[in-house]
């Protein structure tokens, strides 16, 4: 059924209901009237927060459609799926279809088995590096399946046996391979430094190191994913090595410090991050990757209300 058909002027010969700048709906057709008004009354963001699953579980069940549907009537027009590449086809495309009719953004899915304590593309292995390059392949018809135009990539723990200077080298090359595979499908895999407290010994922990290796592999398919609560802990100083890494963000993600919640449920002041990315032009997506404060629908209505709140910088 289509959740959104008005009834039309003149059309109808029994009893009908105006409701104000709603349309006009037949009496007792509460579904419709429920979504329409659901729709019209959520909240128009300035920029693209992309929830994830389970967020909204409490209010939506654990059906990932009837989430995405939540998210929309909230006024979330992203999302992003960590998981995407691992769920079935079948899933995926109806994930993608429910997107597409709530014209939602499809944010970034991880694109590769990350190794937390193996230096697979530090090592210059090629081993590794095939198989890393094998994943970017297959994630490639997974990103086409669900519009996804950004995929994360994680180059895995350091080589401890190796000076850092070749580690890079390592790893410069298995990106331009990874990107040469990307660029002809316009699809970007973001790079993602992770902080030494959450993910200790990891190759890739600052923006800075990130931005070095972007402009290395010189690739609009290699870009920076700027997390902010990685990097409030890894280097602090937020607002400056964004502007100086501007030209290689091509995604960023959210989490509060201490706690990786909701913005406002820490120290980070989001109201004036989102105000700065916004004033750059940002048109990409932000991830919210973090967790709820609080449990329950009250801690899901207090994400909501964090971002309506701290979005409010205009």
């Known amino acids: 059924m289509d959740r959104r058909k008005f009834i ?26 429920a979504f329409a008004k659901a729709h019209s009354d959520k909240h128009s963001f300035n920029l693209k927060y992309a929830p994830h699953i389970g967020m909204f579980k409490a209010h939506a069940g654990d059906d990932p459609i009837a989430q995405l549907d939540f998210m929309a009537s909230q006024g979330f027009i992203a999302f992003e ?3 995407m590449r691992n769920r079935p086809v079948e899933q995926q495309e109806a994930m ?21 304590t193996e230096p697979n593309l530090a090592s ?15 994630s490639v018809a997974v990103a086409k399946r669900v519009n996804a135009k950004w995929m994360t990539v994680v180059p895995g723990h350091v080589d401890l046996r190796q000076n850092v200077a070749y580690q890079t080298a390592n790893v410069i090359e ?30 890739l922990s600052e923006s800075p190191q990130a931005y070095q290796i972007c402009k290395a592999v010189n690739s609009p398919s290699c870009k920076i994913l ?13 607002l400056p090595n964004i502007e100086q890494c501007w ?24 109201k004036n991050v989102f105000k700065y990315i916004h004033s750059k032009g940002f048109k990409g997506v932000l991830g919210m990757e973090h967790g709820n404060s609080i449990d329950g629908k009250v801690g899901e209505q207090r994400v909501i209300d964090a971002y309506i709140e701290s979005d409010q910088f205009l």
């Not at 993608?96 to 937390?116: C, E, L, N, P, R």
């Not at 331009?176 to 790079?191: D, F």
């Not at 990786?260 to 980070?268: A, D, Q, V």
């Open 8 to 33: 039309q002027k003149g059309a109808l010969t029994g009893s009908f209901l105006s409701l104000g700048g709603l349309g006009v709906y037949a009496m007792g057709d509460v579904a419709d009237y």
């Open 124 to 138: 210059g292995k090629k081993a590794w590096r095939d198989e890393f390059l094998a994943d970017i392949k297959s």
């Open 247 to 270: 030209d290689e963000i091509a995604y960023f993600q959210i989490g509060d410090n201490p706690g990786r919640n909701e913005p406002t449920s820490g120290e980070i002041n989001y």
């Open 174 to 203: 298995a990106l331009k391979q990874a990107s040469s595979i990307l660029e002809p499908h316009g699809i970007t895999m973001v790079l993602e430094p992770l902080n030494f407290r959450n993910h200790p010994g990891l190759f």
């Open 96 to 116: 993608a279809k429910t997107m597409a009719t709530h014209g939602m953004t499809m944010g970034v899915f991880v694109a590769h088995k990350i190794y937390w």
């Open 226 to 238: 700027f997390d902010i609560y990685h990097q409030q802990i890894q280097e602090g100083n937020l």
């Open 81 to 83: 799926d960590n998981e």
